[in-house]
């Protein structure tokens, strides 16, 4: 074992080469064996920039002028031939469908070992040992397609780990993964440094990683380097508008700031019936158990509706119902009183609007312009209401900057947002979001749920989401999923106050949930952590 620091950073500075400004600059930092380390930072800060640095990303196939240093084991890494730097710093990418290129976990696992020309036995005997370790041994026989995008995580994480790499890079890891999911790779990841892997988890849930208390912390802002060092530290530097804190730290901290606006309702609730299940089960394959079983459930005028649950509980099975992508192998599923089975999915996209839990599997077109115009130009919207439309989802999403951009080169992150983007253009009166804030830093995601929320003409907002505290700030209804079926259904405080029901549904209580449960007697709704510090 090399006695080298295993990562050494110094003064680096990285500008595209088709960019004005550095993305990163003068960058210093150490990575020791066994650290963990949190990278933090608003989206567009440089975070996977610097990423690309260190596992050679750059300048290989990203091209720029770079300055400084970067070591690994003492050696210059941009003097590294590609597959032994590959073998050195594994990375796990933020978005898992831009990672897996087998059919089946097996020979996705297996990838990596079979291009080091190991030998068959050894391939197999390393992807069942680190399946194993991974908790995910059952999965070994399944094709990738299928996956839920937490399963999807897990396996590309198991495709980095079987090449055993001594620096190990996370980008967004926990973007796909449920709360208990989550906290479970946390303990890996803690686990792993704790066995000498060297880590450095980029990673916007700053309140979740804190839990595995990293070792050291490094803050970044426009490419800067704002604040290195331990985790208490970094509660005194952030802004906590930009990097979610443990809500106890944001009541304190927001005592002394003007109380936020409270978002008003976008409608009367229990309202007229718009989407109706009744009696739903699915299943993928005949062969196969049913993925849901016996859905009963309606959407009504001015339910903003969030769906939580586990990894493969069915909750994008169910959503998917309403648009008509999926017809229910029992059941029937009623759009505005008319069976999903006699509408067409083009059909249906006149009421709801489906934002897909990967952006990949939605983006096409060259610009993003384009891509925002696609589908109002398909429901035959005039010229004008397009452009009105592009321009006022831009603002939304906060991604005006990009309109002449490839949506495809962006980042997960930005893609997510020019994916609601797209779907809020065509005007739906029933908006649903999978996963929408997966990959958005904080000040993101409530800029543009909080405008969603505010923006007429939605009659509901449906959103399934692994942020607790998506529903608890924003969601008037709950629905609870569990191994497909409805485990509750009602408001925020009913569902969300049953700690053990959540426990059992792999959604685990947080710090701004507590708080709110705790002063509820006093406050009668539940209330984002700033609005909370006026009150209590």
């Known amino acids: 074992m090399s006695k080298e620091i295993p990562l050494r950073v110094h003064n680096l500075t990285f500008r595209y080469r088709i960019r004005e400004v550095p993305a990163i600059r003068e960058m210093t930092f150490e990575l020791q064996r066994g650290e963990l380390l949190l990278v933090a930072g608003a989206s567009g800060c440089g975070k996977t920039t610097l990423m690309r640095c260190i596992n050679g990303l750059i300048p ?50 297996a990838f990596g070992l079979e291009n080091l020309g190991l030998p068959r036995d050894e391939i197999l005997r390393r992807v069942d040992e680190t399946l194993d370790y991974l908790g995910i041994l059952h999965l070994r026989d399944r094709e990738t397609f299928g996956l839920s995008g937490g399963e999807k995580q897990k396996v590309a994480l198991a495709g980095v780990l079987a090449m055993r790499p001594q620096i190990l890079l996370l980008d967004e890891p926990l973007a796909s993964l449920d709360p208990a999911s989550a906290q479970e790779a946390l303990q890996l990841f803690r686990r792993l440094a704790d066995e000498g892997v060297s880590i450095m988890l980029v990673e916007h849930r700053v309140e979740d990683v804190l839990q595995i208390h990293p070792d050291h912390v490094l803050y970044m802002e426009e490419g800067e380097q704002v604040y290195y060092g331990d985790a208490e530290g970094l509660m005194r530097v952030v802004d906590y508008h930009k990097v979610k804190l443990p809500a106890p730290i944001v009541v304190e901290r927001a005592k002394s700031e003007p109380p936020p606006a409270i978002e008003p309702a976008i409608g009367a609730e229990d309202g007229e019936k718009l989407i109706e299940f009744r009696h739903v089960h699915f299943r993928y394959d005949s062969a196969l158990p049913d993925v849901l079983h016996d859905i009963n459930l309606t959407i009504h005028r ?108 962006l ?61 608890v700030v924003y969601a008037n209804r709950v629905v609870l999923v569990d191994k497909g079926r409805v485990a509750a259904d009602g408001k925020p405080p009913e569902v969300l106050g049953d700690e053990a029901l959540l426990r059992r549904c792999r959604v685990v209580p947080t710090s701004l949930l507590a708080l709110n449960m705790r002063y509820l007697p006093r406050t009668g709704r539940f209330m984002r952590a700033e609005a909370l510090a006026h009150l209590i």
């Open 60 to 109: 290989r196939s990203y091209r720029g002028e770079m300055t400084g240093t970067i070591h690994l084991f003492g050696e210059d890494a941009t003097q590294m031939e590609m597959a032994r730097l590959s073998q050195t710093v594994g990375t796990l990418l933020q978005d898992p469908e831009k990672q897996i290129v087998g059919s089946f976990v097996l020979n996705e696992v």
């Open 302 to 409: 001015g339910d903003v509706l969030a769906i939580l649950g586990h990894n493969g509980a069915g909750k994008t099975t169910l959503v998917k119902h309403a648009l008509g992508l999926l017809k229910p192998t029992e059941g029937e599923v009623l759009l505005e009183g008319r069976s999903t089975r006699s509408m067409t999915v083009a059909q249906a996209a006149h009421t709801v609007g489906y934002v897909f839990q990967s952006p990949t599997q939605m983006l096409f077109a060259p610009t993003v312009e384009e891509e925002l115009a696609f589908g109002p130009r398909n429901l035959h919207f005039d010229e004008a209401t397009i452009r009105r439309n592009v321009d006022e989802a831009l603002r939304v999403v906060h991604m005006e900057a990009y309109r002449d951009s490839p949506p495809l080169a």
């Open 411 to 471: 980042s997960f992150g930005q893609q997510k947002r020019i994916s609601i983007a797209a779907i809020l253009a065509m005007k739906s009166r029933i908006l649903m979001m999978d996963e929408p804030t997966a990959g958005q830093d904080y000040w993101n995601y409530v800029a543009f749920m909080d405008a969603i929320i505010q923006t007429p003409g939605f009659d509901a907002i449906i959103f399934i989401t692994h942020d607790v505290d998506l529903a």
